[in-house]
């Protein structure tokens, strides 16, 4: 019954590759995004979704493609992947971020050899 | 520019230690929000408060408590009589441009309190 998921939790892949990150939200949320954290930790916004509609895209490579099948679901593709991507990346879903703030997957790390 | 700062990258305590974590903030908005996240080493992120700009009341839940001051622009959060499971990163944000779905987040204050 875990909140929010995101599978996998690991991925380790090579350069070049096409991978794709899932995440499903049982909350009722109606937005959804997705952050990434560098290796200092650094949390910044890339995407979010409001009710499978596109309302954020910050200044990421068009090789990041988000994709919301229905509101309970946000994936992340990434298509040629680089060194540069290994990150934590989040999820995270909410109803009213002013009252209840976000709630965030366990993140995904992802590394780039 | 719209940001969140967190001077301390790194606090180290005994435990039973008081600590506090500064926040400072920068923003255009006359409404806004701040939260602060709690990041333990098991790396989920948990939500631990919000504030509005228009509420300054200080703000204590059990053994955290939180500082809010419009006039030097800061979120203070203390931790008294801190335990080894507060190590964690804690990480100040707030929302921006009055797009209250979106939050801009400090870099984090790792804390590692010491048995």
């Known amino acids: 019954d875990t909140a929010v998921s995101q599978t996998p939790k690991y991925l380790v892949t090579q350069m070049g590759n096409d991978k794709s990150i899932k995440c499903e939200q049982n909350l009722g949320h109606d937005t959804m995004y997705w952050y990434k954290q560098d290796s200092k930790k650094f949390l910044k916004i890339m995407f979010s979704y409001n009710n499978k509609e596109l309302i954020i895209n910050e200044t990421v490579p068009n090789r990041f493609s988000p994709k919301s099948p229905d509101k309970a679901h946000l994936n992340l593709h990434i298509n040629s992947l680089e060194l540069g991507d290994s990150a934590v990346y989040f999820c995270?879903?909410?109803?009213?971020?002013?009252?209840?703030?976000?709630?965030f997957g366990s993140g995904t790390r992802l590394t780039v050899v | 520019a719209q940001k969140v700062t967190q001077a301390q990258t790194e606090i180290s305590v005994v435990e039973k230690e008081d600590v506090t974590l500064d926040c400072v903030y920068e923003t255009r908005d006359t409404t806004y929000y701040l939260f602060w996240y709690k990041q333990p080493p098991s790396g989920e992120l948990v939500f631990l408060i919000r504030?509005?700009?228009?509420?300054?009341q200080n703000e204590i839940s059990g053994r955290y408590s939180w500082n809010f001051q419009k006039s030097t622009s800061s979120f203070n959060f203390t931790i008294t009589a801190s335990q080894v499971v507060d190590s964690a990163v804690y990480f100040c944000a707030s929302t921006i441009g009055g797009a209250t779905n979106k939050l801009i987040f400090g870099t984090g204050t790792l804390l590692a309190v010491q048995p």
């Open positions: 995270a879903s909410s109803q009213d971020p002013v009252i209840y703030g976000y709630t």
């Open positions: 504030r509005n700009s228009f509420d300054e």
